[in-house]
């Protein structure tokens, strides 16, 4: 066959060429191309394994493989696809007969492009899935060295976007950090989904010749090997394992998002963002965008919109190969895309924030110390009941006067209860406040210290 002909893996059986629009809507090279180093990979040990199996010669493997290095080093080098490349396999294939001459003829020997792309797919995602961890594990040290500089700051926590009870910075920072940890669990899980070996199962009844898959999956670094040739082959479930893990990474982004941008508009004022992370307007000379934090706002959405592609894709299938499942790694690779692009950006943006711990505190109200004073009465055997009603009248006459909840006097408290006695005041400080709650996972300064440990252990 003369060089820039048509090299498929397949057309014996047809009388002619295809159609150009079915060449068009076939031809899957500008996606898959980046499966080249897994395909190679995958290649090298398939014919490593048809050599235990005595399919090829010593001679035949020894070709086979050094072909396979010097055809990764061209596409390494740059060199590109012809129009004739349906997808990578046929690339690759092509490339290696040039390099290899006829023993690269043997190497398809008992695979299918079914397995191989499988197979190929699962080897991209495992090595995506540790580079999202990564990104996760180095944001999360970001919000641990912030957190360890705002243990003493206080803010307001919020509930129904409303002022709620006072916290330390690093316990909100953490909030974020213990989601993220549950990410990375995910995460762990998709790329456990995935370290199922399907190389083997041929194209849906298994390959007709004893390749040792145990080899197979210790040469490719699996965790399993697949139990059964059908499902193997059509299996995408650790696809939609790994799109699900990033849809919910993208959603606890937008929430880190949401938060700080709220946080760094003037009516918060609580953080402002680093200049190298924040951009301008064209047109207003004063404006700070935390442009960064907005897109990571937006990622959750295209995220989940990936997932419920794919889901759609495969909720129509039945069992085995079918061409549909062309499409996954299109939805695959935007979401992989999309995160580690975001990721970076999210950590720069928090590593760079200052915070106004002045203006944090001042957002700290008396009425915030609502449940405070309730807490007070129960301690002296008031009912928690009768305690909320108390206070809840203070807080109403507070209201109607104008004034903060420390500033009525303490004949008012007094009025309200009984039990109430000169120390209520003390009770208003939001220092003690935190020092209330001490428990395990609550914002007490030294439940704050011991979470932090607990994340920097993590870390180790």
């Known amino acids: 066959m003369a060089e820039g002909q048509d090299h498929k893996l397949w057309g014996g059986r047809f009388a002619g060429g295809p159609a150009p629009a079915l060449e068009a809507v076939n031809r899957s090279i500008g996606t898959d191309i980046r499966l080249w180093p897994f395909d190679i990979q995958l290649s090298k040990a398939w014919s490593a394994a048809l050599g235990t199996a005595g399919v090829l010669t010593a001679a035949d493997v020894a070709a086979i493989q050094a072909g396979l290095d010097r055809v990764a080093a061209r596409i390494g080098a740059g060199e590109a696809p012809l129009a004739s490349d349906e997808d990578v396999h046929t690339f690759v294939d092509r490339l290696l007969h040039q390099e290899a001459g006829e023993p690269a003829g043997r190497l398809h020997t008992g695979r299918s492009r ?19 961890d990564g990104l996760l594990l180095q944001l999360q040290q970001v919000l641990v060295e912030q957190a360890e500089a705002q243990v003493e700051a206080i803010m307001p926590a919020y509930t129904h976007l409303q002022r709620a009870q006072p916290v330390s910075v690093a316990h909100w920072l953490l909030a974020h950090f213990w989601a993220l940890s549950r990410d990375r669990t995910r995460i ?18 298994g390959s007709a010749f004893s390749v040792p898959r145990t080899q197979l999956q210790r040469d490719l670094g699996f965790d399993s090997v697949s139990p059964n040739s059908i499902d193997a082959v059509g299996d995408r479930d650790f696809i939609a394992d790994t799109l699900y ?18 946080f760094g508009s003037s009516e918060f004022g609580f953080v402002r963002f680093g200049d190298a992370y924040s951009t301008g307007s064209s047109m207003m000379p004063q404006k700070r965008n935390p442009d960064a934090l907005e897109l990571a706002r937006g990622s959750g959405a295209r995220m989940l919109g990936d997932l419920t592609t794919l889901l759609v894709t495969l909720k129509g299938l039945p069992s085995g190969y079918n061409k549909d499942l062309q499409e996954d790694k299109r939805n695959l690779f935007d979401a992989v895309d999309g995160m580690t692009l975001l990721l970076p950006a999210v950590a720069g943006s928090v590593a760079t924030l200052t915070f106004d711990r002045v203006r944090m505190r001042a957002a700290v109200n008396g009425a915030m110390m609502a449940t405070d004073l309730a807490d007070y009465l129960v301690r002296k055997r008031v009912t928690f009941r009768d305690a909320h009603g108390a206070v809840g009248r203070l807080v109403r006459e507070a209201e109607e006067k104008g004034v903060d909840l420390a500033e009525l006097p303490i004949a008012s408290f007094r009025a309200a209860h009984s039990a109430f006695a000169d120390d209520v005041l003390a009770e208003l400080r939001p220092e003690t406040s935190l020092s209330h ?11 704050v210290r011991t979470q932090l440990e607990a994340a920097r252990a993590l870390l180790r």
């Open 114 to 132: 079914n397995d191989q792309v499988a197979t190929g797919t699962r080897l991209w995602t495992m090595d995506a899935l540790a580079r999202v």
């Open 188 to 205: 762990a899980a998709a790329r456990r989904s995935a370290a199922v070996l399907p190389l083997g199962s041929g194209a849906i009844a």
């Open 245 to 262: 893990a990033l849809t919910l990474v993208g959603t606890h982004l937008s929430r880190i998002a949401e938060d700080l941008i709220l």
């Open 437 to 447: 709650r001490e428990i395990e996972g609550g914002t007490g300064p030294q439940a």
